[in-house]
């Protein structure tokens, strides 16, 4: 697991496969579920361990990502299809977790609630990096499908904005601003730039929706600056963009 969150955050496939070790995931249970003569029955809400082994399966495609794309040569759009599909197939498990039985997010604990959206958070910037090589217009001109990549980053994109709104908005995320000034930071300004760039090739942006998602940002990215160094670097940028 180590090694997936480390590969992850440095930008480089994992060092380690599946087929070199034999040890599995932990069981997605409440350590006072494990006793002397067994373990019970899992909880339908989420458990100590959920996000947990939720993440290390969205950093093991990550890690593929890594490895396909950003090699020598540039991916056949038939990977990019793949590995998109491989995406979505592991967030179809999600809601079997954080809604079960008709739970709303909002009625699971604080700590589930901003897990979930870290999750999203992730998730989203991994359709970033998947789709980024056919996202500019010039990249997609003699291809008959690469405009549903340029869709795909500004839709989430706009997701990982939505994301950092809420979490610099709500009170009850507060205890989480290591979260928000870090990591989640650094998906926001790469979303932005996403959108500032969409915003930047129409005629009028003035019209557009996620012109106020991007203003909005800015404003959070100005605010966060003493106590981010992430938000500190990129308001300069954020501010010429705008």
């Not at 087929?19 to 579920?33: C, G, H, I, S």
């Not at 939720?54 to 759009?77: A, H, M, V, W």
């Not at 930071?185 to 009028?204: E, K, N």
């Not at 940002?217 to 100005?222: G, L, P």
Request: net charge positive; charged share 20%; hydrophobic share 35%.
């Amino acid at each position: 697991m180590l090694d997936a969150f480390q590969a992850s955050a440095f930008g480089r496939p994992s060092m380690m496969r599946a087929a070199q070790f034999e040890t599995r995931m932990p069981l997605d249970v409440n350590d006072v579920d494990i006793t002397r003569t067994g373990v019970r029955e899992a909880s339908s809400r989420p458990t100590q361990m959920t996000y947990l082994n939720l993440k290390f399966r969205l950093l093991n495609i990550t890690s593929k990502i890594y490895e396909k794309l950003f090699g020598t040569e540039r991916p056949d759009y038939s990977t990019i299809i793949e590995l998109d599909q491989e995406i979505r197939n592991e967030q179809k498990t999600w809601p079997s977790k954080y809604s079960a039985g008709g739970t709303e997010l909002n009625e699971l604990k604080a700590n589930d609630q901003v897990h979930w959206y870290i999750l999203h958070g992730h998730l989203h910037q991994m359709f970033l990096l998947l789709h980024r090589p056919y996202f500019h217009r010039s990249s997609a001109e003699n291809h008959p499908v690469a405009p549903d990549s340029r869709r795909q980053c500004i839709e989430s994109a706009t997701s990982i904005l939505e994301i950092y709104n809420i979490l610099n908005t709500k009170p009850k995320y507060q205890p989480y601003r290591w979260y928000t000034n870090g990591l989640a930071s650094f998906h926001a300004f790469h979303a932005v730039v996403v959108i500032s760039a969409d915003l930047l090739s129409m005629h009028d942006p003035s019209q557009s929706p996620t012109l106020e998602a991007f203003q909005r940002v800015s404003d959070h990215f100005s605010k966060n600056s003493p106590r981010s160094s992430i938000a500190a670097k990129a308001v300069p940028v954020i501010s010429f963009l705008r």
